[in-house]
């Protein structure tokens, strides 16, 4: 019988380990494994993360940091499994997590998945990703190999815009490429970018693969209505197309919104079943940041802590 288990090994799931091993609670972790994304969180697809706090210039890698994560949550005594949970019963109590390998009870239940960047899979991505293709303009667009060139950014929603107007600060000129010919942002969004001096609005058109070897020097986009294929050389492409929170595998037993991000009472990180807490991108649409992770991984280790209490299970 576990106290606590925690699903999910990204900044998030681990801080949620390390404040949970410290309280005694021996918490275990299910890591992942396929699906839902990488082991570790999306920072493990993520080069040099720069505003992390702590790791001044020239930052840390992000498959380093996540390492740094998990091995200081297991110095406190958490257990890991690289397992996909597969199914959760939420019906009975104590909730019964099963992966592929192994079912295990638990009091409480703290979901910590992720989202994840929905990708164009055009034919360069593979290969580019990380070296010029980027899903984060927070985490990369300060980054050497973008600076001061010429950027692309792939959607037409408000993120979008918000993605194109912080690359400004950095790059040459950003061209927003949107399959029709209007964006689908607020009107106030809209005007920000068809009113901001570097951002160039690229209509009807799609990105049909990104050029360059080891690092992006193009991108290839074709025009929707005239079929016309051109290459536009530039240093880096940003994807605004949305995230895909990681929550299927609750089968609807947890409330989330029409997309499918977890649902919390507000500033905490209970959600609308008793004993699960959720923390991370798969609650978060709005910062999805390694730090906001972070610190509301804290939050739930403490939020379960004390249901626990509560409930006199120590």
Not at 120 to 131: D, H, I, N, Q
Request: charged share 25%.
């Amino acid at each position: 019988m576990e106290k606590v288990t925690i699903i999910g090994s990204g900044p998030a799931g681990f801080t949620a380990a390390i404040y949970a091993a410290r309280a005694n609670l021996k918490p275990l972790v299910f890591e992942g494994f396929q699906s839902g994304g990488t082991p570790g969180g999306q920072l493990m697809t993520t080069t040099e993360v720069e505003n992390y706090p702590g790791f001044p210039h020239p930052g840390i890698r992000g498959p380093e940091l996540m390492e740094r994560f998990r091995k200081q949550a297991q110095d406190y005594g958490t257990r890991c499994f690289q397992e996909d949970v597969v199914e959760v019963d939420l019906s009975r109590r104590p909730f019964r997590v099963k992966s592929a390998e192994r079912e295990v009870d638990t009091h409480a239940l703290i979901v910590a998945t992720g989202a994840t960047a929905k990708r164009l899979g055009v034919p360069g991505e593979e290969r580019l990703w990380t070296k010029g293709i980027s899903a984060c303009a927070v985490c990369d667009g300060a980054l050497p190999i973008v600076r001061q060139k010429d950027l692309v950014v792939v959607g037409g929603g408000d993120t979008a815009v918000e993605e194109a107007t912080y690359l400004t600060k950095f790059a040459a000129m950003v061209h927003l490429v949107h399959r029709r010919d209007q964006l689908r942002a607020s009107k106030i969004m809209q005007e920000r970018a068809l009113k901001h001096p570097k951002i160039r609005l690229v209509w009807d058109t799609v990105l049909v693969d990104a050029e360059g070897t080891d690092r992006v020097t193009g991108a290839r986009l074709q025009n929707v209505k005239t079929k016309e294929v051109r290459v536009l050389p530039c240093g880096g492409i940003f994807y605004a197309i949305g995230h895909e929170p990681s929550s299927k595998f609750l089968g609807g037993q947890v409330e989330t919104d029409e997309v499918g991000y977890i649902k919390v009472k507000q500033g905490r990180t209970l959600t609308s079943v008793e004993g699960v807490f959720a923390c991370g991108d798969v609650v978060d649409k709005v910062y999805r940041q390694a730090v906001t992770a972070a610190g509301t991984g804290c939050m739930a280790a403490l939020d379960a802590e004390r249901w626990l209490t509560e409930k006199g299970i120590d």
